[in-house]
């Protein structure tokens, strides 16, 4: 018998937590493995490496290709966000305005066209359409900058959406523009810091995917302008070792700003 007020313990929750427990070993256990093998001299054939080694990670920061690819996929990463930003906003904003259901509509089926487009499709399409011999851009970081605004755009569209439909946004608007606010202030003041959190929620995704993208960057870039996960898959033929550091650095990096975001978000939330 329970104590009064407590709830028993029964199968169905012990099945619940069973379930996470393996769902968060199948998660974590291979990027622990992962970091072991960046630090084993060799793995092959067995569970765990064998021998310890700094070698990788030193030949990993010490090679300039390596850090040529880290700093492209940053480059291309905060851009994208920068541009999707740009188009998302205005344009989130002239369709909540508007009013209109068949426009939404309309919006909404477009706005999701590139995440049903394969990225083979859309990166053989962009081969063909910039390779002129007046204009080639193929193999160049603006080609892929440019692939990763159009089939980013949904995750900063999306988030953006949902703030400012969470928002009573005509009466704001209306209550200003009576006390004779101009547009440019009722942008700057009211819906930009009232569209933080989607925006930041956009970035991060956006981000991400520019970040961690593979097929794209893999049909479109060349050796001087490969993002970082291109060289990543390039480094399993160097080593297995070397491969794992490459890998660890990756999760670093991205773990350490979605928590530096995740704070940053939290205290403005605060405020």
């Not at 053989?124 to 692939?147: K, R």
Request: proline share 4%; net charge positive; charged share 10%.
């Amino acid at each position: 018998m329970s104590w009064m007020g407590e709830k028993p313990f029964g199968l169905s929750q012990f099945v619940l937590r069973l379930a996470r427990s393996f769902l968060a070993m199948y998660i974590l256990l291979p990027v622990v493995l992962l970091f072991i093998g960046s630090f084993g001299e060799k793995w092959f054939g067995t569970l765990l490496p064998q021998g310890f080694t700094l070698e990788w990670y030193w030949t990993l920061f010490s090679e300039k290709m390596y850090l040529r690819s880290l700093r492209m996929s940053v480059l291309v990463g905060a851009l994208t966000v920068i541009a999707t930003a740009l188009l998302a906003i205005p344009t989130v904003y002239a369709v909540h305005t508007s009013e209109r259901r068949l426009l939404r509509s309309f919006f909404d089926a477009v706005v999701v066209l590139p995440i049903a487009l394969p990225p083979i499709v859309l990166g053989i399409g962009l081969v063909q359409a910039y390779n002129w011999p007046f204009l080639s851009l193929v193999g160049t970081w603006q080609l892929l900058f440019f692939a990763h605004v159009i089939y980013s755009i949904p995750f900063m569209v999306k988030p953006i959406m949902a703030n400012l439909e969470m928002l009573d946004w005509k009466t704001i608007e209306e209550a200003a523009e009576s006390l004779g606010a101009s547009q440019w202030y009722i942008v700057r003041r009211l819906l930009l810091p009232n569209l933080r959190l989607g925006i930041l929620s956009g970035a991060i995704m956006t981000f991400a995917f520019s970040f961690g993208e593979f097929q794209l960057a893999l049909i479109l870039t060349s050796s001087e302008s490969q993002t970082y996960p291109v060289t990543l898959y390039q480094a399993f033929y160097v080593g297995t070792g070397f491969a794992c550091a490459a890998v660890t650095v990756l999760v670093l990096v991205a773990g350490v700003t979605l928590w530096v975001l995740n704070r940053f978000s939290s205290l403005r939330v605060m405020q």
